[in-house]
């Protein structure tokens, strides 16, 4: 079986601070993992994605994450938040089967 | 590109009443996704679709939901009888094989 867990429900900062959305997972076989967003009243998008390669991967937007194997983890990071960060954000991984397991996620609140 | 189409966006009924959702998944995407979001959830699978045959549909309550596929493309998600535990989202999400998933806004559904 497999699991994710975004341990922190919600993350208030302030804005351009940095930020961290801690993701750990669990799998027996080899995973791919994403980020996905939410804006309020509007569907997931995906953020982020590591497939395979360099273990550090980027988003359009500054958000970055680092896939270690050895940590089960996939932290997601942002040096300087903005206000329109403001959102809920979904850790996943894509494991046997093709099955995708979601996180519960995380509501980033940026303050003013 | 069109993206992942849910039909309707708002879905309020009383229970023991039925409700059906539709979904129109990205051109060419042969993997097709029903998930239910409680609220303060992540996403949690029902049923997963390639082409036309349901391949997991391990979480998806039989007593009272279903789904089908005939055509390997667009997909129906049944609720009969509707009961207050089922007021959720419900997103439809595609994807090409092994790749990453898209995500159509979603139905919110309120059973009263």
């Known amino acids: 079986a497999q699991s994710v867990t975004q341990l922190d429900s919600q993350v208030p900062v302030f804005e351009e601070a940095p930020v961290e959305l801690r993701c750990n997972y669990s799998?027996?076989?080899?995973?791919?993992l994403f980020w996905y967003v939410q804006y309020p009243n509007q569907g997931l998008q995906l953020l982020l994605k590591?497939?395979?390669?360099?273990?550090l991967v980027e988003s359009i937007n500054g958000f970055e994450a680092e896939f270690n194997k050895s940590q089960t983890s996939f932290h997601l990071r942002k040096p300087s938040v903005h206000i329109s960060d403001t959102a809920e954000y979904f850790c996943a991984v894509k494991g046997g089967y093709q099955k995708v397991t979601f996180g519960t996620g995380t509501k980033l609140q940026v303050i003013p | 590109e069109a993206g992942v189409v849910q039909s309707p966006r708002y879905k309020i009924i009383e229970k023991k009443q039925p409700v059906a959702f539709w979904c129109n998944p990205i051109s060419g995407h042969n993997t097709l996704y029903w998930y239910r979001q409680n609220l303060g959830q992540g996403p949690e699978l029902l049923i997963r679709y390639e082409n036309e045959e349901a391949v997991d549909d391990s979480q998806l309550p039989k007593d009272r939901f279903s789904a089908e596929r005939l055509k390997g493309v667009d997909s129906t998600l049944k609720i009969q009888p509707a009961e207050l535990g089922d007021s959720a989202v419900y997103l439809c999400?595609?994807?090409?094989?092994?790749?990453?998933?898209?995500f159509g806004p979603g139905t919110r559904l309120l059973v009263l």
């Open positions: 799998s027996s076989v080899s995973v791919y």
């Open positions: 590591y497939l395979s390669g360099s273990t």
């Open positions: 999400a595609s994807s090409p094989p092994v790749e990453t998933q898209y």
